[in-house]
């Protein structure tokens, strides 16, 4: 997907979240001159496990993944997220260095905001401090949310999973090109890639869904539902 990369204002910029709507104009200027919006390929790293953590990070656009390389170099995929998300919030203030990595999983622009400056914001400006501490107990809570939908199902379940994640919370549609790899899925719900090949198949034989490369379509959702629900 080609994005087309244009440097906002925060005061005007369409990307703007609600915790950022509680800032005064005059707060929104200092993050104007503290912010860097940056565009990255499909394939390439936004932070590195161990990197020192400086700034705060806002998805304005595409889809990144979140991992943690394990020592046998395979990669366990925390989350992905969507436009609008904060990325990085898990470890911004508990830890100086990132604890996992971010990838672009599409063309994607991410904004930079000085973490000096976020945090001079949340020591005078309750209302911000209550939104953005709100935020980050949200993504703390998808995270575990996202672990235990995976981890009670069984591969069927888990596949479901994956297939309606993408249809009706990123995508909206039915019909959609798969972002991640089927290697990338298996790392995603802890499960080997053949057996997620062999479960596309399987779907694909059943008619729930077309399979053509990286496209997929739905076509039987309510029974794509069923799988998930059932586990």
């Keep these: ?115 000096e400056l976020i945090k001079s914001f949340i020591k005078s400006n309750g209302i911000f401090a209550i939104d953005f501490f709100e935020k980050i107990s949200a993504v703390s809570d998808n995270v575990i949310k996202t672990r235990v939908d995976i981890n009670t199902r069984q591969l069927r379940g888990r596949i479901a999973y994956i297939l309606l994640l993408f249809s009706k919370h990123i995508y909206n549609s039915t019909k959609f090109s798969l972002p991640i790899s089927r290697k990338e899925i298996a790392e995603l719900i802890d499960m080997s890639t053949e057996n997620v090949i062999r479960v596309l198949s399987e779907f694909r034989k059943d008619k729930l869904i077309q399979i053509e490369g990286k496209s997929i379509e739905i076509l039987d959702l309510e029974k794509l539902e069923k799988f998930y629900e059932l586990g």
């Design 1 to 115: 997907m080609e994005i087309n990369h244009k440097v906002h204002n925060c005061k005007d910029c369409v990307y703007r979240s609600w915790a950022f709507k509680n800032l005064s104009d005059e707060e929104l200027k200092l993050i104007n001159t503290k912010k860097v919006e940056k565009f990255y390929r499909k394939g390439e790293h936004i932070c590195v496990e161990g990197d020192e953590i400086k700034d705060f990070m806002y998805l304005q656009n595409g889809l990144v993944k979140l991992y943690k390389t394990e020592t046998n170099t395979r990669e366990h995929i925390i989350s992905i997220a969507k436009p609008k998300d904060f990325i990085g919030l898990l470890s911004v203030f508990s830890n100086k260095a990132h604890i996992y990595s971010i990838t672009a999983i599409e063309d994607s622009v991410v904004c930079f905001v000085d973490l």
